[in-house]
Structures are given as structure tokens and as C-alpha cells.
């Protein structure tokens, strides 16, 4: 999720919007076998198409760099937030039954803000992993957080050196904020809704995720392909983090995971990435999306 915006406003929100205005997009338009389910509240006719518009883009961009979206439909909220000062301040994945992303959006924002705004990306990253304990947190966060700049990489929305100090600039801010929530990151993160210690979450689960890639590309894979796999045999709606770090060393025919995994749950420090790293795995990416 998207921790900028306080969660209770959002609620709020919902009881008094006077129902959704409901757009069903079939497979078929999409070329994409998920039902795309998207709802409105507050956006004029022309707002609501530059959001479809919007949305399924994302979900093509997504979708091209890790694999189709793994669940037969998917429902999309889009709530209008006044006074908004970005494109999206709030967005949530609400895990039930249909599975939902909550967007809440500036209606005056053009298709260009929206797309360079990375947080739609970030949600639907979240789709490719099951909801894990909250001491494993760091995981479900640092994956969507380590894919939102890799799916602008891969769909042009940003470029090569955007990208690397875009993940600079992110492990940077982590590095700061470690000093301020210290600990070891699974009690940090088992706590982090009461500690505000998101930024050392996200970015430590970042950190993680850049490390298996880059170990998985010196053999000859990635980690976009792993999680593909992974999505389509054998996502679960819920797991315990080492649950998913064993099944994706099984589906990776590797060690990386848990071997990295045990280096990071109980770390005290922020992990150092190296600019060399970042620009491996920036390239490796940009020269498959070239081929
Ligand atoms: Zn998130």
C-alpha cells in the first residue's frame, strides 16, 4: 500500500460516496484473460476516461514485465480526493473476495501525471505475492517498492539513469529513517503501522529483492521470471514469509532466497546496494525490453 495518506480518511470516504459508476472491460479488449472490473466515484465522463485509460496502461505495463495478472478478475475503486496535492495520495489492495485495488485520485490530474505517478504499479505488483505475517511485511512491501520503478523502466516511463537514482535516492532515504526506527528489521516490521517505519521497511525489502535479481541474473535468470512462475503455480492467498522464500527457491532451483532471506530478517542495519548493482540489473532489464 501507499503509507503517505492516513488509512481512516479513505473509509470514511466510501460510505458517503453515492455509488460507483461501474466500467467492465472483457478479456478480450484487455488481451489479457483477467476480468477487469472498474469503479468510479466523483469523476466526470472525460475524468473517467483518461482513468480507464490510465489503468489499463498500467496493467499492460505490468503485466509485460512480470506475467499476466494472476486472478481471474480484479476490481479497481477509484474515489476522487479533493484538495489532492499528486495524482494518487492513497491507494490499498483489499484482499477479499473479489480482490480490489483502492485508488484514491486528483480527477484533474492528465493521463501524462498519471502515468508517471508510480503508485498504480506499485499495487498491482502486490497481486503477484500471497499477504504475508506482519514480521515478513518487509516483503510484501519491498517487492511492490523494488518493482515500481523496474515496470516504469521496462514500459519507457522512465529511462536508464532515472531509474538508478530513482533506487538511490529510495535506499538513501531508507538508510536515514533506519537510524531513526531502529531494530531488527522483522520486529520493525511486525510494528511498522505504529512506528511510521515505513520508509525503512519498504526500502530494506527493496534492498532485498535487488540482490536476489541481481544474483538470479548472474545465472542466467531474474527475478521477474521467477515471480512469473511462481504467480501462476503457486501463489496462495496467504503465507508466512519463509513459507514463500522456500517455495520461490524451489521454483528458482536455487538457494537465493532463503540464503538472503536469513541475512535480512534480522538485520539491524540498512543493507548498502551498490551503484554497480543497480546498474546490472537496470541493464539486464533495459536490454531485454530493446531485444
Ligand atoms: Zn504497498
Sequence with gaps: MKPTAPQIPYRVLLPIAVGFICFVISALELSHATQLDIKHSGLSKQQAKTVNLWITQGIDAVEQTLSPIPMDSLTIEVVRKRYAREPV?????????????????DANASLQEFVDDWTLYHELSHLYLPYLDTPSFWLNE?????????TMLGAKVIDLSQYEARMKDGFDRGKARTRSHPGRLSDVSDDMWNRGAFTRVYWSGAAYFAEVDRALIARGTDLTHVIGQYSQCCLRQNSSG????????????????????????????????????LQKISHHYHSETEA
Design 89 to 105: 495520495p492513497f491507494a490499498q489492495v483489499d484482499r477479499g473476495s473479489p480482490t480490489k485495488v483502492k485508488l484514491q485520485v
Design 142 to 150: 519491498g517487492f511492490a517498492t523494488y518493482m515500481q520503478y523496474l
Design 242 to 277: 519463509w513459507q514463500l522464500v522456500t517455495q520461490l527457491d524451489k521454483v528458482s532451483r536455487s538457494k537465493i532466497f532463503t540464503d538472503t532471506y536469513l541475512e535480512y530478517y534480522q538485520r539491524r542495519d540498512f543493507p548498502s546496494i551498490s551503484p554497480g548493482t
